[in-house]
């Protein structure tokens, strides 16, 4: 019996199950490299759900932790620390937000968002608007204002009052915003949705009415944000200042961290003293990572290769491929008349992983380090793959 075979029994019989059964137990990383346990290797374009922003390994990021680990790993937050204030600093920089602005610190994107709706309960008002299609996390909080039912009707009943209008339809968020209103939130590209961006337009109409009625604009930038799309934040091309902003899977580049922006004096002073807390978020060594990736992102220039290798994929035409979606290395690649599961069970056969994000559509969110050289290996191979998954028994 090979070793991921014994691993994956082993994992069945000492796992929740929540998450199936995985597709392959790995062993190794090194750039946008995955070895399994028995010696196979694949090409990561899912960069563990876009979080490996500098892929596996990278000197960087293993030489951060390594010396943040042996200085001081955790100290709780009623101490702070040197990487916890420049990543506060660097962050609010690169977002060009205004003096009095400020950072929390979590630990995952989900706990981003629960200080997020915190905040927006810090109104007075309970309401909040989100999107169809929607993907916030799986906590009660965030799985209120996530879409699908499947994930939320079996744990209700879920924090009231939220309602889902369909996106980038200017009349039902016109009719819905009043001044019940506590926030609005938004993914600038849904991900999970099967990368859906909302328009430029329709994000500068969400500003305009949050801030008719009073209501808080929430961009939830935990998994287009830290330069996936080719900028440092995806909402900074529609040239909107939200009033918050969620982070996390990419920030660390795999250390557990997320954030809660909050923009200008006014809103971040609504939380204050005792209001919300966490006892591992900010950690120094998932701050020094933090920082670690945004310093390399600017050295190595990411941001420019996610936009010139991403559009690479966003250019993609072939027999099997109806259509592409996305900015920068946040992709879709849309399927014609082939399942996705099949298709990425293919790709995985050839060494390729890639997600099939819904049940007609591939998402790439490789490391943002990716080679034009690495991704040609995939473009070449996928016309054998697609034709491979379209044969596939259904
Ligand atoms: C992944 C994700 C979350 C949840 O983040 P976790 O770290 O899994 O808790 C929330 N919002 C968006 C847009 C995401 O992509």
Known sequence: MSESRGLLRRYTDSMIQVFGTPQLVLASGQGCWVTDVDGNRYLDLLAGIAVNALGHGHPALVQAVASQAETLIHISNFFTSE??????????????????SGVFFTNSGTEAIEGAIKLSRRTGRRAIIAMEGSFHGRSTGALA?????????????????????????????????????AAIFVEPIQGEAGVRPLTDEYLRLARELATRHGALLVVD??????????????????GIVPDAMTLAKGLAGGVPIGA?????VEVTGMLGAGQHGTTFGGNPLACAA?????????REGLLDNATRVGAIIGALEMDGVSATRGRGL???????????????????????????VTPT????????????????????????????ARRAPR
Not at 85 to 94: F, M
Not at 224 to 233: A, C, D, E
């Open 290 to 298: 933090g920082l670690a990736v945004l310093h390399t992102i600017e």
């Open 330 to 356: 946040l992709r879709a690649i849309e399927l014609d008349g082939i399942p996705a599961a099949a298709a990425a069970t293919a790709a995985r056969e050839a060494g390729f992983i890639v997600n099939p």
């Open 260 to 264: 809660l922006v909050t923009f200008g």
């Open 221 to 238: 930038e935990i998994q287009t944000g830290v330069g996936r799309t080719g900028v440092w934040f995806a909402h900074q091309d529609s």
């Open 361 to 388: 559509t591939l998402r790439l969110v490789p490391p943002l380090i990716l080679s034009e050289a690495e991704l040609g290996q995939f473009t070449a191979a996928l016309p054998a793959v697609l034709e491979r």
């Open 145 to 181: 204002l996530t879409h699908k039912a499947a994930y939320r009707e079996p744990f209700g009943p879920l924090i009231p009052e939220v309602r889902f209008v369909p996106p980038n339809d200017a009349a039902a968020l016109r009719s819905s915003v009043d001044s019940s209103t």
């Open 83 to 100: 990487p916890q204030v420049r990543l506060a600093e660097r962050l609010l920089d690169l977002a060009a937000a205004p003096h009095g």
